[in-house]
């Protein structure tokens, strides 16, 4: 599979329930974000986690990184109407100096039902 | 909150037309990149450029492509020769040194339509 792999690539659930969300990456990096984007616009920016870092918080965002596996998991609890989107999550690879491209994973489309 | 800026928001140009797209970065930032998105596909890596000058590009980003900060303000995306497959929206995006160093901010982005 290819650099920044999000699973599942769609996932539907019920406000109020938890939505879990899922990225594979292949080579090391130094920092791994994650991005919303509702349909058909930009690009917002929701939280970066850096490699040294195992877990991060944001509101009702809980992002995990575990370098062995090269994976994280973007957690958003209490859903709400709002939050339906397709989330990404994108990579910096490994330099010296960072501030280097991302690479964008496929997205998983979330859609929250009401 | 500062935030980057696009502008037109869509733009639909013949096939062989020259096309320049226009982004404002947030004003302290640094470091600005341009990527794109065909519809239904991934976001794509364009160019990434430093201290007024490109300091990586993709394979995407050939001799029709080029990237100028003509002044303290801008920063803009040219394509001499429009075809067909490069009909996508593209994203502007900008970052810093400092505290929030690595964060990239995009823009809206600018849908542009090739026909």
């Known amino acids: 599979s290819q650099q920044g792999e999000e699973d599942p690539q769609a996932l539907s659930i019920q406000e109020g329930e938890n939505a879990t969300m899922n990225c594979s990456y292949k080579?090391?990096?130094?920092?791994l974000q994650w991005y919303r984007q509702n349909s058909g616009r930009g690009l917002v920016h929701l939280i970066l986690?850096?490699?040294?870092?195992r877990e991060k918080h944001s509101g009702r965002l809980r992002v995990t990184l575990d370098t062995s596996k090269k994976s994280s998991s973007l957690l958003i609890t209490a859903s709400r109407a709002a939050d339906t989107a397709s989330y990404f999550c994108?990579?910096?690879?490994?330099?010296?100096?960072?501030?280097?491209?991302?690479?964008f994973g496929t997205g998983t489309r979330l859609t929250i039902i009401p | 909150e500062p935030e980057v800026t696009q502008t037109p928001s869509h733009q639909v140009t013949q096939m062989g037309q020259e096309v320049i797209l226009r982004c404002v970065p947030i004003?302290?930032?640094?470091?600005f990149y341009w990527y794109r998105q065909i519809l239904g596909q991934k976001v794509e890596f364009l160019v990434s450029?430093?201290?007024?000058?490109?300091?990586?590009k993709s394979e995407i980003f050939d001799d029709q492509f080029s990237v100028e900060r003509p002044d303290g303000s801008n920063f803009t995306l040219k394509i001499r020769s429009t075809k067909l497959e490069d009909s996508a929206m593209y994203f502007c995006?900008?970052?810093?040194?400092?505290?929030?160093?690595?964060?990239?901010?995009f823009g809206p982005g600018t849908r542009l339509t090739v026909l």
């Open positions: 986690i850096r490699s040294n870092e």
């Open positions: 080579t090391s990096i130094n920092n």
């Open positions: 994108a990579t910096d690879a490994s330099g010296n100096f960072g501030n280097e491209k991302l690479t």
């Open positions: 450029f430093y201290n007024n000058e490109i300091s990586e």
């Open positions: 995006a900008s970052s810093d040194s400092g505290a929030v160093k690595d964060t990239q901010y």
């Open positions: 004003s302290n930032h640094l470091y």
